[in-house]
């Protein structure tokens, strides 16, 4: 069996909680976990799991029958994870957990914890569903959760969603519905930057002249020396070299900032790294809680930021190879002040493979309460 990736085990446990939410005005445990066990992952290699959650004439749950005119209400889930990452999680493996009231890893603490902290969504989600179904009319509802993280791999980071959420009234698609969600799992990372092209991305905007750059371009850019590192030596030197590089911009960018057009730069790369093309809403469940983030609350701190003339500036924490560079309002040793941080993770292990890896992550500031 495949490693467990909790992340995608959540990605399809979200969506069966959104299909609840539509089709039930709740979130049921038990319903939604024995759900998990007509899902084989092994139906993912080909094609998504499709299937009707409720389809029914009149109302969901909590409506009386007469109260409005009657209408035909259906949830529909589309669902495609990645089949090796969530096997034991899904299907028949996890319906031997399922009828012993267990569970893999850490997803019952998170479905407990989602399941606590659901208000928020769950609000929202309530009022949308029932604009349709009280509404004094006799329509035709498809509340569609289409879940496929593993498309939105393929647009080189443009598009964050895993989840989309679609509504269709009398045959016409609600644009004006359009809900996306980006899921995490206990994981503040908002983008795993390629290296150097990361890092000269980084310079670009913010506008840092960077006095080696030939040196790097010629080794680590397009066709240089050490783009594709093979021999121990020359994957040793390209580590040194990124690190060297790594230094040069967050030494560089030490200080800067306390303008507008830098704080305006720092919140583009928000928007970029978080939400997308598609301004995808965060959401984080972990062991304990659930965390959003948002894209109309971080515009609001924007606007609140420049009105205010408080301004983003750049600074270093940590020491040694745990380097971060901090973009922060204030005071850079209050975490709560943190926009969101870089850090890197350039080495190469005694097997001799190279990890290379530079991340965008949030800082606590842009967390929202939803």
């Known amino acids: 069996m495949a490693k ?26 038990t319903r939604l976990n024995r759900a998990r066990t007509k899902i084989e992952p092994e139906m993912f290699r080909d094609g998504r799991y499709d299937v009707v959650i409720r389809d029914t004439l009149g109302r969901g749950k909590g409506f009386k029958t007469n109260s409005f005119p009657p209408d035909i209400f259906i949830v529909k889930l589309i669902l495609r994870l990645k089949p090796k990452s969530v096997e034991g999680a899904y299907g028949k493996d996890y319906n031997v957990l399922f009828k012993k009231s267990k569970d893999i890893g850490n997803i019952d603490a998170k479905i407990n ?3 606590k902290h659901a208000k928020g969504f769950k609000s929202k989600l309530l009022k949308i569903r029932d604009k349709y179904l009280k509404n004094n009319r006799a329509d035709k509802v498809t509340f569609e959760i289409f879940a496929d993280g593993i ?10 969603a895993d989840i989309d959420l679609r509504i269709f009234a009398n045959g016409k698609k609600q644009a004006d519905l359009h809900i996306p969600y980006s899921l995490k799992s206990g994981s503040k990372t908002l983008s795993n930057l390629s290296p150097y092209k990361g890092l000269m991305e980084m310079m670009d905007k913010f506008g840092l002249e960077y006095v080696h750059e030939e040196e790097f371009a010629g080794n680590l850019g397009p066709g240089g020396a050490l783009e594709r590192a093979k021999t121990p030596a020359q994957k040793k030197a390209k580590v040194q070299m990124l690190t060297d590089m790594y230094d040069g911009f967050i030494e560089g960018m030490e200080d800067e900032g306390n303008t507008a057009a830098f704080t305006k ?26 965390k959003y983030m948002d894209p109309k609350y971080t515009n609001e701190l924007l606007d609140a930021a420049l009105k205010n003339r408080r301004y983003a500036k750049a600074g270093i924490i940590g020491n040694g190879d745990n380097r971060k560079l901090a973009i922060y309002f204030d005071d850079i040793n209050k975490p709560e002040n943190h926009l969101f941080t870089y850090r890197k993770k350039f080495r190469v292990s005694g097997s001799g493979s190279m990890e ?14 939803y």
């Open 151 to 160: 498309a939105g791999e393929t647009s080189g980071g443009k598009i964050k």
């Open 265 to 290: 730069t720092a919140f583009q790369i928000i928007n970029e790294a978080a939400f997308g093309d598609d301004f995808a809403t965060v959401v984080d469940l972990d062991k304990s809680t659930v």
């Open 356 to 369: 290379l890896k530079l991340y965008v992550e949030a800082g606590k500031m842009i967390y929202s309460k």
């Open 4 to 29: 467990l990736n909790e992340g995608d085990v959540i990605e399809g446990i979200f969506a069966l909680a959104l299909a609840e939410i539509f089709a039930y005005g709740d979130i049921d445990k």
């Open 113 to 115: 914890a989602m399941i």
